[in-house]
């Protein structure tokens, strides 16, 4: 089983800031087969990035993946009020398909 | 378009079985894709609990292998969870997603005698 880590726990920035989210495997992901997700309080996870780097239908340009194999990492170059929220990543290269522990980005 | 919703009691009495349903529009589920169940506790993170394939091949999460039950319904387009044994600890919002590209808006399953 692959397991994600992501750093750091909690990210404590302000509007415009550029955020930088890390998530490490424990083992090489396959195809490079991870996703980024969003969650707001009550809602769904939302899907931002996938394939590491491709960005979801919508996502803005502003958000980007980049990383291969072991290390990965999600950028929001100028956080906007609603990037304010939990972030995911997960691995869908092996099962059994795993998620980091999440990162909090909050207004500081 | 296609959508995912999820079905199934909203209350489970311990040691008896969690039965959920997950019911898509738009899409045959054999025609491709893994449709996969996820879970999150209150308050915590996300965990995969299992999937299948649309050619009916299933994974599952090691941790629960043992009590969860994952199969399909093609005439239906219907996929369905069921984990046995259930205490406190199971009580979640439960996710039925198609990959990892569309999830349904998830269903609390609350695990209390």
């Known amino acids: 089983e692959i397991v994600l880590t992501q750093s750091p726990g909690t990210l404590s920035l302000s509007p415009g800031e550029r955020a930088t989210l890390s998530c490490r495997a424990s083992q090489s992901v396959s195809s490079n087969y991870l996703a980024w997700y969003q969650q707001r309080p009550g809602q769904a996870p939302r899907l931002l990035i996938y394939g590491a780097s491709s960005r979801a239908t919508g996502i803005p340009d502003r958000l980007s993946g980049s990383g291969s194999g072991t290390d990965f990492t999600l950028t929001i170059s100028r956080l906007e009020p609603e990037d304010f929220a939990v972030y995911y990543c997960?691995?869908?290269?092996?099962?059994?398909?795993?998620f980091g522990q999440g990162t909090t980005v909050e207004i500081k | 378009q296609v959508q995912l919703q999820e079905s199934g009691p909203g209350l489970v009495k311990p040691s008896e079985t969690l039965s959920l349903t997950c019911t898509v529009s738009?899409?045959?589920?054999?025609?491709?894709?893994?449709w996969a169940w996820i879970r999150q506790p209150p308050g915590k993170g996300l965990e995969w609990i299992g999937g299948?394939?649309?050619?009916?091949?299933?994974f599952y999460n090691p941790s629960l292998k043992s009590r969860v039950t994952i199969s399909a319904d093609t005439s239906k387009d219907q996929f369905s969870l069921k984990l046995s044994s259930v205490t406190a600890a199971d009580t979640a919002v439960y996710y039925c997603a198609r990959g990892v590209l569309i999830w349904g808006q998830g269903t609390l399953v609350t695990v209390s005698s």
């Open positions: 738009g899409y045959s589920i054999s025609s491709g894709y893994y």
């Open positions: 997960q691995q869908y290269g092996s099962p059994p398909w795993t």
């Open positions: 299948i394939s649309h050619s009916g091949n299933t």
